[in-house]
């Protein structure tokens, strides 16, 4: 089957402008996951959609972020008045959540975010 | 904080050679550790994962060592190819559900 999907893969805007993005699941897993990848560095957790309970907004960096997710389906990541700061790669995961089991996360391709 | 540290940053190994990455982490509750290899362009993609009730864990040329009282896991590429030249990230969670806490990663070069 397909896996996760994102758009747009790229993305360029300017400062202080907001910007939208997309997340498609792998169909039927219950868990997504957004995660910022910095030029050089690990990937930092950002936020996390687990069924129909309150996301975990945790590793949101500032009240800029924002995201929903409807049902089990698709999640966007809102980033409002983009800094410069906020280029990077976003990768959204999304997983089964298989009680006792290993929670495999998988990845898309993540779209590339540049503020100019 | 970087609550999983991974080095070396980069490495390169002949081909044939062992390719050896190193984690430690300091929280005890993880318990799912994780190591996804990523190509240039694309989504990092699980490879291998063990959890801390066993020191070992072998698919492939890719096996996980794991110490548990040292708190450190490791990812060694036996017969390391070209074809392995990508960028490897350990992680640690906690259980199923929860996210993955990363390294920064380390970009393996295998040269012919």
């Known amino acids: 089957g397909a896996g996760v999907s994102q758009s747009p893969s790229n993305k360029v805007t300017e400062k202080g402008k907001d910007v939208e993005l997309r997340c498609d699941p792998i169909s039927g897993h219950t868990a997504l996951y957004w995660y910022r990848q910095r030029l050089g560095q690990g990937l930092e957790f950002l936020i996390y959609?687990?069924?129909?309970?309150?996301?975990?907004k945790s590793g949101l960096p500032s009240d800029r972020f924002s995201a929903e997710r409807t049902g089990e389906s698709v999640s966007t990541l809102t980033i409002q008045r983009t800094q410069q700061e906020d280029s990077a790669v976003y990768l959204c995961?999304?997983?089964?959540?298989?009680?006792?089991?290993?929670?495999?996360?998988?990845f898309g391709p993540g779209t590339r975010l540049t503020v100019l | 904080q970087q609550q999983v540290k991974q080095s070396p940053q980069s490495l390169i190994v002949q081909k044939g050679g062992i390719s050896i990455i190193n984690c430690a982490y300091e929280n005890t509750a993880f318990d799912y550790f994780p190591w996804y290899q990523q190509f240039p362009g694309k989504g990092p993609a699980l490879l291998i994962a063990i959890r801390p009730d066993v020191s070992e864990k072998k698919e492939g040329r890719f096996t996980i060592s794991f110490n548990k009282s040292a708190k450190q896991f490791s990812l060694h590429i036996m017969d390391s190819q070209p074809g392995d030249s990508a960028t490897y990230f350990c992680a640690a969670t906690i259980g199923a559900g929860y996210a993955l806490n990363f390294g920064k990663g380390t970009s393996l070069l295998v040269t012919p």
């Open positions: 995961a999304s997983s089964l959540v298989a009680s006792g089991g290993q929670d495999t996360q998988y």
């Open positions: 959609f687990q069924g129909n309970s309150a996301p975990d």
